[in-house]
């Protein structure tokens, strides 16, 4: 099943075959299997848009509406070669002994899972929501995630994907146009935030492939309505320095926690926190001193749309073609 789906979206891609018919159907995952959970779920609307713009895009039959699985126990479950869980729609991470048979043998023979949002940096768990705003390597699946996989693929614990991993660049490759950025943020998004179009993330690698991959949220950049306008209103936070800020953060007063936070080069930041607000400021490592400053506009939020919708195409494919 999974390899003649492989081809036919192979060639595809390639042009030679948009008259093949087969259907490919990507499901979601909601709790109680019910049709109508779609409308509850954390950005409704969201996976029926990517998979528009996928089928649009790639000229490949990827049916545009998900279909629903609320059990792993499900017969249908190996019908769908990559199924899509939010991790915020879901109130428990137990399974039965049944359930984890299945769901470990779907992902031997082939399957695919993704999870929205299950994974977070140590300085943002009083604050998922804001998890699209932080990229650091250092980000970790959810405790209770991690847990429910070492019983499912016990052994084969979740590690990062490096940037040069091929599954941010199986499609789309680099960022979009950064000329639509503003000047303020633009090196930032370049150098520090999505370098080449990359983008936090850790996985678990079963006979040389990605099975199971987790990431901070991103299915908020995914939605459109009737007209085809992006539903949601994205914004995002840069490190800034100004001269003398050095000398003033090490010396100012917090009374939130404070973290120390891996890069993706290796070095430690120590991420300084207030109580009930965001992240403050961090000092790096060599001794610099930076701000998070947060910035939100219309031209910010588009670009955000399109880089995420870009990487949740990638990811889709990657499941599907490797």
């Not at 002994?97 to 993704?114: M, Q, S």
Request: charge should be negative; proline fraction near 5%; aromatic fraction near 12%.
């Amino acid at each position: 099943m999974r390899l003649c789906i492989a081809i036919i979206l192979f060639f595809a891609l390639l042009g030679i075959a948009e008259d093949a018919r087969q259907e490919i159907r990507i499901a979601q995952y909601v709790e109680g299997g019910n049709a109508k959970g779609l409308l509850w779920s954390s950005y409704p609307g969201a996976l029926s848009s990517l998979l528009k713009h996928i089928s649009t895009e790639c000229k490949c039959n990827i049916v545009p509406e998900p279909a629903v699985i609320g059990d792993f126990t499900d017969s249908k479950l190996t019908d769908y070669p990559f199924i899509y869980i939010n991790a915020a729609d879901c109130r428990g991470w137990s399974l039965s002994d049944e359930a984890i048979v299945k769901l470990r043998n779907y992902l031997e023979n082939g399957g695919f899972i993704f999870i929205d949002a299950g994974i977070t940096a140590s300085f943002l768990r009083e604050h998922p929501e804001l998890a699209a705003s932080h990229s650091y390597a250092e980000w970790e699946a959810s405790p209770e995630i991690k847990a429910l996989f070492e019983k499912v693929l016990p052994g084969n614990p979740f590690t990062p994907l490096d940037r040069k991993h091929p599954l941010f660049s199986i499609y789309y490759k680099g960022l979009p146009d950064t000329a639509k950025l503003p000047d303020a943020v633009r090196d930032y998004v370049v150098n520090e935030k999505w370098p080449e179009g990359t983008y936090s993330a850790v996985g678990i690698r079963l006979n040389g492939r990605i099975a199971v991959l987790c990431t901070p949220i991103i299915a908020m950049g995914w939605a459109r309505n009737e007209l085809g306008q992006w539903k949601t209103n994205i914004q995002f936070r840069v490190l800034e320095q100004t001269e003398g800020l050095d000398q003033v953060l090490k010396n100012a007063a917090y009374s939130g926690a404070k973290f120390e936070v891996v890069r993706e080069d290796g070095g430690k930041d120590m991420v300084y926190c207030q109580k009930e607000a965001l992240p403050a400021w961090c000092m790096e490592p060599g001794g610099r001193w930076r701000v998070f400053r947060y910035y939100a506009s219309r031209e910010i939020s588009d670009y955000t749309h399109e880089f995420y919708t870009r990487l949740g195409t990638n990811i889709i494919l990657y499941a599907i073609l490797q």
